[in-house]
């Protein structure tokens, strides 16, 4: 009976489904979310306590009757109650102002995908964006939606790379002709980079740190490059000395974190070679004009794209924004019917 009245006052969402963090563009407005992919409920009852930043200012902080619950996990549903639960947050969040509140929005929605997920993978993320109340979904393959928000010509014959640094995954694809010619998902990404440094600290320092000060500190002076301007930055880490148990700050610098990431970050730049190495010749030719384009979060590491450049003798660039590329390609597929037909996937 309301499946006519539905658009009338729902917004079509572009989801943007991360390990790391969810972001949602709402049609004809922009993006409206940009949080953490992180809640906490009670152990017993399942009942949400906090999601998003709220949630994750808990991390390392909560007593047991309460748990921290990453609902994604490797670009992948972890757990599809959880991932439920945050889509029909922000669902109901991004609607709360709409005309008709009484109504249950029931948004058409197009959420990512990486590339190369199984059958059953695809349908766990639909069964979860249904469940939280979505009307219709369409999924599109990660890389595609990067390059569309990075305003890359997909449907051109000419061949573009698309490297996708993301939280808890490393996605990249060679796109020619509207689809995807080449691709590596690489379950190696932003989380391994925070994982690498709580190990680096522990092993040099015995020093004892959370996922929420190993981030920070890649924030502040993380690079995979000498750099005059960083190497001469400091950051002050506090945490627990293992052998003592006692509180203890220590001074890390910019040289230190670079040691600690490189062996996560000399992974994704191999699989990147080893893409290009597997790409036809004559896309190939394409990609050295046109360059590497990197989106995702992990492509505001300091020099991560001179790094690329180097090892793999073709330009690299930083697509403008690159956190917000995938989302950006989710909400172009809203805006046009015709496009959404030929990338996007419907169930």
């Known amino acids: 009976m309301f499946d006519s009245l539905y658009p009338l006052f ?7 489904l991360g390990t790391s963090n969810i972001r949602i563009f709402i049609k004809g407005k922009g993006i409206a979310v940009r949080e953490p992919s992180v809640m906490v409920w009670e152990r017993k009852t399942k009942e949400v306590v906090a999601i998003g930043s709220q949630a994750k200012k808990m991390i390392g902080k909560t007593p047991q009757n309460l748990e921290i619950i990453k609902p994604l996990g490797e670009g992948v549903i ?20 709409n005309r008709f509140p009484p109504m249950i929005p029931k948004p058409k929605v197009v959420v990512n995908i990486p590339s190369g997920v199984t059958e059953v993978e695809r349908k766990a993320v639909i069964d979860a964006a249904t469940a939280a109340g979505a009307r219709k979904v369409f999924l599109i393959e990660q890389p595609l939606a990067a390059a569309l928000g990075a305003g890359l010509d997909i449907f051109g014959s ?45 092993l040099k320092y015995s020093l004892l740190t ?4 190993a981030e920070q500190l890649k924030y502040e002076i993380g690079s995979v490059i000498v750099s005059s301007k960083n190497e001469t930055k400091k950051a002050l880490v506090r945490g627990r000395d293992l052998e003592k148990g006692m509180p203890v700050s220590v001074q890390v610098t ?5 040691e600690a990431l490189a062996p996560v970050v000399n ?11 597997e790409t036809p010749p004559e896309l190939l ?50 805006d046009n019917g015709q496009l959404l037909k030929k990338v996007g996937i419907e169930k």
């Open 78 to 97: 972890a757990d599809f109650e959880a991932t439920k639960a945050l889509l029909a947050f922000f669902i109901k969040e991004v609607h709360k102002n």
């Open 158 to 202: 000419s061949g573009v790379l698309v490297v996708v640094l993301g939280g808890g995954v490393t996605d990249m694809a060679v796109i020619s002709l509207g689809g995807i010619v080449q691709g590596k998902c690489l379950k190696v990404a932003g989380e391994e980079m925070n994982d690498a440094l709580i190990n680096f600290l522990r």
């Open 254 to 258: 910019a040289g230190e974190v670079r």
């Open 210 to 213: 959370g996922e929420l000060t």
């Open 285 to 334: 030719t394409d990609i050295a004009k046109t360059g590497i384009c990197l989106c995702g979060g992990g492509a505001n590491l300091l020099g991560i794209d001179r790094l690329i450049t180097e090892i793999t003798k073709i330009p690299a660039w930083i697509a403008d924004k690159p956190e917000d590329c995938v989302v950006r390609g989710c909400g172009k597929l809203l």
């Open 267 to 277: 992974q994704i730049v191999g699989v990147v070679s080893d893409l290009i190495e």
């Open 10 to 16: 729902t917004y079509d969402l572009g989801i943007d």
